[in-house]
């Protein structure tokens, strides 16, 4: 009768993070094993933890106080628990364990030991000497062990689409997580973060009952969305029956159109146009800001709109609304979806939608902007060249910030983007073209900066990015039709990072007494290749005066190293462009050398991101 008592309970209870995950073992059902968090649903959780935290933090706040701040709401966690060994399965919620356990890795990796909050016991536990992940899954167990120990995971060839997730998750996060929680404010974080971030921890004795709760909640429910009740309103204020029902019918169809790409990208469009188009204010980053129009149309845009659309849209009439609707409704929406193909598929015409969409801004910013220049009365080249210098201009943004070991955050950048939003809005192509030109011109950091950068454990996606440009950009100079992609996604073998130098300390006594000022050069960017998987492993332990050989089998970038390409390729010296750069060959690769290349990097950046982009 107690297991028949037990078999039919239901637990639910409201915990935090630190009860939830400190001393527990939680095991992954077998029918959602796969991680599948894109690197926007991890950005937005990183930027609204972050962001409620600071709302809540003053500077001079004593630990203690942290009690005393806003609590944020993470949702519902569905666990089925074994009757005869205890054991907690994760029915629902994997997806949002997984984030907060690579989201606690990164806190763990970012600490300095003197100001450590002790957050490792969330992550693993040690019984008998043995220390497991408290989220049991043998094919994770090595991903998170790196990832916890080095800060870094190499995938391999037979990594799973969790794997290659968790990973490439972990570097967004990083790149998600805002300057203006430094070491002195972290500690403050991470008590936030373990104390006042709240779940619901639903607990079944059976399976059965378990399976039940997750289709209850995924299934059923019949919430509105925001885009129903912003329908609702819009409708609403149409009194004539035949525009109204066009209306609906029209909305119906141009919703599907975002729903047939992702599910809840109707909601990203509405928030993209919106604070593109109309957002004039944001709120202030200290404790006890209310939120403004950014924040609003994040959170429930049909509240927004139903408070602002006579002021700032200057639509009030139900012929108004008919009319807007009918037009910039659509057109919106089929520029959103070109922008958003164009974001994964190179276009001619665009071709920097796609490289910001692998090195540029948070999505919550970079989609305003887009759209912002953007006019129902411009024609489609011109829609698209607005398109284009927009990202152009945002992936300029991205990559002087990298090399200058600066970070982007939302947080950090969201009131330079949003001042750049009403800059751009509605500007014909001169204009953006001059305005972008002197919000490039403004950018503190600089090209010269190239000098000293280099890989670290925590930029190699950057760096990958960098060296994609550099090395199609070089080939396009000399004819070659390849574009981005074919270093970046190729469709054979994918493309690596090579070191000129192979790792071999001892080989360049001559030049180092110490293995960490080696070990600085070899990574330098003046270094470093792109060639294909295999090619660079085969012959990486070898000599350069060996390796520079090969190099002539390989893209241009890589075979300008060796003297005979210049014999074999006559013309390409008297190229203007390239005569500007100033390439020259290196029969051996010293110091000095690599200072050579450097400054070519340098002079190639400049050339690929210049201002002149922007003249008409």
């Known amino acids: 009768m107690e297991n028949s008592l037990l078999k ?11 009860s939830l995950l400190k001393g527990q073992k939680f095991f992954i059902d077998y029918f959602q094993r796969e991680y599948r968090w894109q690197d926007k649903h991890i950005k937005q959780l990183v930027e609204d933890l972050t962001q409620t935290f600071i709302k809540s933090f003053n500077k001079g706040d004593k630990r203690s106080d942290v009690a005393t ?3 944020y709401y993470l949702g519902p966690v569905v666990f089925s628990q074994n009757a005869e060994n205890g054991k907690l399965s994760i029915i629902d919620g994997q997806q949002r364990i997984t984030s907060i356990t690579l ?11 003197e100001n450590n909050v002790n957050i490792r016991e969330l992550v693993f536990s040690e019984k008998f000497g043995e220390k497991s992940f408290n989220m049991s899954d043998e094919e994770r167990e090595s991903c998170l062990k790196d990832l916890f120990e080095k800060g870094d995971y190499k995938i391999k060839d037979d990594d799973n ?13 990083k790149d998600a997580f805002p300057e203006e929680i430094n070491s002195e404010v972290l500690p403050y974080f991470i008590d936030w973060f373990k104390e006042n971030v709240i779940i619901v921890k639903i607990i079944a004795y059976s399976d059965e009952n378990a399976y039940t709760i997750f289709e209850t909640m995924n299934d059923r429910g019949l919430n509105l969305s925001p885009t129903e009740m912003l329908k609702g309103y819009i409708l609403s204020k149409i009194k004539d029956k035949k525009q109204r029902a066009e209306i609906n019918e029209l909305w119906k169809n141009e919703i599907q159109k975002l729903h047939d790409r992702d599910e809840t990208l109707d909601i990203s469009f509405f928030q993209s146009w919106f604070r593109g188009k109309y957002a004039v204010s944001i709120r202030q980053g200290k404790a006890g800001s209310e939120d403004q129009d950014f924040e609003q149309i994040g959170t429930r845009f049909h509240n927004w709109f139903k408070d ?14 008919y009319k807007f609707f009918k037009t910039e409704f659509p057109f919106f929406i ?7 193909h164009g974001l994964s598929h190179f276009e001619k015409n665009m071709p920097h939608l796609q490289y910001i969409n692998n090195w540029g801004i948070a999505d919550s910013l970079r989609d305003p902007m887009l759209l912002a220049p953007i006019k129902i009365t411009d024609d489609e080249s011109t829609i698209q060249r607005k398109i284009d210098f927009v990202s152009r201009f945002i992936e300029t943004f991205a990559v002087l910030r990298s090399i200058n070991y600066r970070k982007f955050s939302q947080s950090s950048i969201r009131y330079t983007m949003l001042n750049m939003v009403k800059t751009i809005r509605n500007n014909n192509l001169n204009k953006l073209g001059q305005n972008l030109t002197k919000e490039t011109e403004d950018i503190q950091e600089k090209w010269d900066a190239i000098l000293d950068f280099g890989l670290h454990g925590m930029n190699g996606r950057f760096v990958k990015h960098l060296l994609c440009r550099i090395t ?8 070659k039709d390849v574009n981005y992609s074919n270093y970046h996604d190729p469709e054979g073998k994918p493309f690596e990072i090579e070191h000129i130098w192979a790792d071999m300390f001892e080989e360049h006594r001559d030049e180092f007494d110490q293995k960490e000022d080696f070990s600085d050069w070899r990574n330098s960017i003046g270094a470093l290749l792109l060639l294909p998987n295999g090619t660079n492993q085969s012959f990486s332990s070898q000599k350069y ?6 190099y002539l089998k390989e893209n241009t970038f890589a075979q300008t190293l060796n003297s005979k390409y210049y014999i074999n390729n006559p013309n390409f010296l008297n190229s203007p462009v390239i005569k500007k750069l100033k390439f020259k060959p290196h029969e051996h690769f010293k110091c000095e050398d690599i200072k050579d290349r450097l400054k070519l990097v340098q002079r190639i950046c400049e050339e690929i991101w210049s201002i002149e982009y922007y003249k008409i």
């Open 8 to 18: 039919n309970k239901i637990e639910a209870t409201d915990t935090n993070i630190e």
């Open 69 to 71: 701040y806003q609590n």
């Open 103 to 113: 989201f606690l890795i990164y806190l763990n990796n970012l600490q300095k030991e």
């Open 161 to 173: 689409e969790t794997i290659k997730n968790m990973v490439e998750r972990y570097e967004d996060i």
């Open 308 to 321: 602002n659309h006579k002021t700032l849209f200057k639509i009030e009439t139900s012929e108004e609304f």
């Open 334 to 340: 089929k520029w959103y979806l070109r922008i958003y």
């Open 472 to 479: 199609s950009y070089i080939d396009n100079l000399v004819g």
């Open 545 to 550: 005066e060996s390796k520079v050989k090969h």
